[in-house]
């Protein structure tokens, strides 16, 4: 349920920041069954419906997924356009050898391209990409607004952006699993304690309205939030106006 797309290692000696890619090279071979476990599989259908959110008129569209971690959005979204390049990027190293070992496995090398990278500066060139996904990443940005602002750089004018977060759940049910079940199980299972980060970092991210007043403060029009499972997550489209003059 969380995909890091922040700055990968800390001073030496010191404990990974929470939430960086130095945090996630710890948990990255166990990753993708947490997910799995700790969201009770939902985390699948929710991102193939971000998947669906930025469907691009091109006929070979180049996409770019962000916080790419273990590449399930990525092979999801070459799955789902069958003459897309994809780019995914993230900051973990141990992450995105998960990936590349999953995109060989499928056979997708030449498709699927995985590397590192920052999504608050991108090296990308101005409209290079007809459509951009982040799944459980923005979160962990510590400037969500040069992270935003990045994504309608690189995206071509009307390309869409969707990003998949979790968030605090209306519902008292699914607020003790997130607060408590989640970080304690988590922990449990990977034998590590990057999961109980995770409460804190829910609390600290914006209601999704002013996270939609974000999206248009950065240049994505007609910014919008669709609710997940009570409020365990929420998916949010934007179209991009593409690169501002300079």
């Known amino acids: 349920m969380d995909a890091a797309p922040g700055t990968a290692t800390g001073p030496s000696g010191e404990p990974p920041r929470p939430g960086s890619g130095a945090m996630f090279d710890r948990i990255a071979r ?15 259908s929710w991102r193939r419906r971000l998947v669906a959110a930025v469907e691009s008129r091109e006929t070979t569209p180049q996409m770019l997924d962000l916080a790419t971690g273990t590449a399930d959005v990525a092979l999801s979204l070459a799955r789902a356009y069958k ?31 995985l590397e590192s990278g920052d999504a608050q500066q991108l090296s990308y060139e101005d409209g ?16 969500r607004m040069a992270a935003l602002r990045e994504m ?5 004018p009307g390309a869409r952006v969707g990003i998949l977060e979790l968030g605090e759940p209306g519902n008292p049910l699914a607020r003790f699993h997130v607060h408590h079940v989640v970080p304690r199980l ?57 690169p501002r003059p300079r």
């Open 30 to 44: 166990r990753y993708d069954l947490l997910n799995r476990v700790l969201s009770m599989g939902l985390d699948q």
């Open 128 to 143: 290079a990409f007809d459509g951009v996904t982040m799944a459980f990443g923005i979160r962990n940005v510590p400037d």
């Open 152 to 156: 309608c750089r690189v995206t071509r």
């Open 186 to 242: 988590g922990a449990f299972l990977s034998g590590a304690r990057e999961y109980r980060y995770l409460q804190s970092s829910i609390a600290a991210f914006p209601p999704p309205d002013a996270f939609v007043q974000l999206m248009a403060e950065a240049g994505l029009e007609d910014a919008r939030f669709e609710v997940m499972f009570m409020g365990v997550a929420h998916l949010y489209v934007g179209t991009s106006r593409g």
């Open 83 to 113: 003459s897309a390049q994809i780019v995914g990027s993230d900051p973990s190293e141990g992450m995105l050898e998960v990936g590349r070992q999953k995109v060989r496995e499928l056979g997708l090398e030449a498709r699927v391209r």
